[in-house]
């Protein structure tokens, strides 16, 4: 420990950066009585020359995060929300262009979808959250290149059959019986990187790349006869990446959310795959990255914090 | 206070009630390659005659909680699943006849709705969490007559005009502006009151019963030109009380979930009703009983805690 | 189903109340460098005559939430904060002889507790939250009498010994092995309603009374060899009845929090009661009242919604 | 985009991880009838070679995440739980060392704190939670080297007054007054690297170390007059730094939760830094690394999902 006790004590800063998070902002279009809505969560992150608030608390470099708050705000109206990616585009081409200290922007957005209701009277403007998936998408922007990772969260999903595990290896610690026939469920949460990083390229339709995204995934979880939740998230990122040319990563993390076939026996039931306990903690958790070949990977490992 | 130094400091037993709270039970159906799905959160509730374990410790009227919660899964085999009501019937059923001191039996049920995901594969065996409103049902028996509460939570719904605020008192702490159109949205928690309450009676089709009053509650929301949210939940209350003659009481409790007009003119900007602020606390709460004419109200009034 | 068909259809209101809920207010109280603070979560309920406002929209009865919560953050000024008690009665107090339809105002209020951090600056003006259980309280007022009932959520305990449970009745689903000495644990929620109804009796001391409550459920929690969850709530009810005359009614809703003792005999290891696998769901759930002997019962069975 | 569609489609694995998380473990360590209590959740995460699960769903290299569970109970039997990080010590060599397939090991653990009841009866076995911060740390094994990074998360913080913001960038979007005296809360997420790295060298004394790290960043918080939130944060990391030698990096992700004045002018009154509303969303958040001079950085930027 001498060593390590003459090492020099002086602290000094590392990576930094600020904003404002969560943005809550609804955008309603109004096409006559027929109205249209985006509902977004956002979330700023800036960073660049920004030694000196931290020092000695020289806001003289620093944007207010509430300034921050009010671009939102402003961009909602001035460019209106086609898609959260390209809402993410104006804002973080906008914080890096115009103010000299910052040199990266990120802006995170999720987004919540709406159905409309059916009913009998007039117009269009009654709207149902549907409540399932979160959309999620990541821009940022160095002032000269993009880095676009789109995605979803708590999309809750379930095979009641096709799905086996054995063939594994057992230790002294090892009590689980093989199961040939079991339940398998899990709530996706999927990150995609996008290989469009400069304005001269053509950017994707991102309404209809994310549509088609979620689609593929779905089929593949559905169409896998599956022998481990591994070989599962494989097929689902495998899927997106053959489908989508505009995507060169895939990341899942994939809770195996465990349903127990209950014990009936002691009170003279057989359980035939008919009734199951569906368990909260703890949970396995697979998580992996697939790449389009000769890609690189840039999507953090760790998508949650658990 | 010399009046209330000198009452009996006796403490004495009042009301009391237990049993095993969230039982997670996955019910699967088999029919050939097609399964079906119930997927339940159960809470068992049982009182009777039991002074003696909170007086003395003696379990001897004490069927364990652990014990309603094997019966939960056993019953979810023997008798299947049909709907939450039916299963909670017979579970409260069971309760109070089969175990002298029990004398009222309480099973709560949320009900959470899954989808088919459309895929090329083989069966139908793969399911989607619609994520959309939780479904609820309070069955309660006393070995005489039953009494069945059904509902939901956590709708969130939206209508972006074809709502007013104006004409209401002001006092000395009244600043709100009257508002003309305005977005109107809330999280329903509603619950209706069966007058099934008889062996004799014939059962309501409970499936059918809910969707329906789900899709009146929601139509009376969208057809509804607001002057109020009192004014909307009255006629979704009502809706159900005209269209589901098997329903007696309804019972709202809407959060305003308010969107403010964001104020863009500091930046030069028109908001012409197109850039909102969803806000998160304070919100109004406005909670009612409509009755069917005649009929006493028996739902408690707060839905939930706050 | 003839009987029931031929009911009228004819919906009516029933009960019915509305306010701002969760008005998170911050009160500083500035003694040169020292300062204190109250740190509450008001919500504010009213109720009167409010039929027009649901049958036609007509809001001239209606005080507008927003006009509520500033009263909330005005009455922070012009009252102070000395306990959210004496805060809720004057906000009810307010509400009920200021608007002529209001016949009824219920406050209720969260608190959240700050300890002071020790450093060795100048002043005392630095907090961090204790994060401890949430005190609660709730006071309504119809313009004669005053109902006061406070208490506390999320108090979280445990006896690591001390705990038996046994001799409970066994039917057909029964499988428990019965438990000699096991961890008995629970989040501890609350209620108790004070005998103070009438301005003309002195009111209680709010700050004392809830710390000592709190005190006396703690300790007959520790002191109270268990031989079942109902038994130790009793002792948690009772011993706040036989020392706090102002109080003659607790509710409590106990959790079953499962700690199971973890079957490491597959490993060749004993498990002598030192190794927990600690439960979320499902849990047992044991509710009681505990009165001062020839009171009346009055707080709602149901204090949490499942 | 012909270029893109031009590369190849093929999909490839790329990093992946695996393991059981949120294993909830008590462990009571007996000192007659004195007893002391650790509570932990703990998430274990391998790596290594893994290809084949994902590419067939051969299991062959598979230690099931359920052994991991098993070990986890087993080994607080076996080792006991000193500390968090040495029990995650003792799991990440364990899984390396004794599954050749397996290269990498990463062991998260939270733990809560409980404090004694007060009473007076015999014996020391009665707990009570303290809820504030949660303690975390993470421990990742490769065989050869280890990383200890240790924190916490949910440290609610406030000074009431000695903090200022003022002289930032004003640009189009800027509304924000400038303020000479406001409250400055934030709840802590915080992160700190060990350079203890190899088993050669001495442990620190990680419970220590713990508590002294804490203490260091909290007397930061209320001894800083602060004029940006970026310089408190700063000075909390320095604190470690210079205090602890064991420690080479500290990263913070604090959200500035604001305390808004309230206007009570409309009410005739004066707010004069008495009455506040504490808002939820949005808020701002700073995040920043604090190093040690000359260290390399490699805690993660992102501490939280958003």
């Known amino acids: 420990m001498a060593a390590v006790n003459s090492r020099p004590a002086r602290p000094v ?29 956002v979330s700023v992150s800036l960073s660049g020359d920004m030694d000196e608030v931290h020092y000695s608390g020289s806001n003289a470099n620093v944007l207010p995060t509430d300034t921050t708050k009010n671009t939102v705000y402003a961009f909602a109206k001035e460019h209106g929300i086609d ?44 709207f149902l959250r549907t409540g399932q998936e979160t959309r999620l998408t990541q821009i940022t922007y160095d002032g000269s290149s993009w880095e676009v990772v789109s995605g979803l969260k708590d999309l809750t999903v379930m095979n009641s059959t096709d799905s086996e595990f054995w063939g594994y290896v057992k230790d002294k610690y090892t009590t689980l019986p093989e199961a040939h026939d079991r339940i398998l469920a899990t709530s996706v949460t999927g990150r995609w990187r996008f290989n469009w990083t400069d304005d001269a390229q053509e950017a994707p339709d991102w309404e209809t790349s994310y549509e088609d995204a979620k689609k593929h995934l779905l089929r593949a979880f559905a169409e896998t006869y599956s022998l481990s939740l591994q070989q599962t998230l494989y097929q689902m990122g495998a899927r997106i990446i053959e489908h989508r040319s505009e995507i060169d ?17 002691p009170f ?16 396995g958790l697979i998580e992996a990255t697939v790449l389009r070949e000769g890609c690189e990977a840039r999507i953090p490992v760790d998508l949650t914090n658990l």
């Open 13 to 41: 800063l590392g990576q930094n950066q600020y904003g404002k998070a969560e943005n809550r902002v609804v955008r309603i279009t109004r096409d006559g009585a027929t109205h249209h809505i985006k509902d977004l969560n």
């Open 83 to 126: 898609s959260a990616e390209q809402f993410g585009i104006h804002l973080a081409r906008h914080f890096v262009t115009s103010q000299e200290p910052i040199h990266r922007a990120r802006i995170r957005i999720e987004e919540y979808a709406w159905d409309r209701i059916e009913h009998s009277g007039e117009g269009a403007h009654s």
């Open 249 to 265: 990563e895939v990341r899942f993390s994939l809770p195996n959310k465990h349903h127990f076939l209950v014990d009936l026996e």
């Open 268 to 283: 003279g039931l057989k359980n035939d795959n008919e009734v199951y306990f569906a368990a909260d903690r703890p949970y």
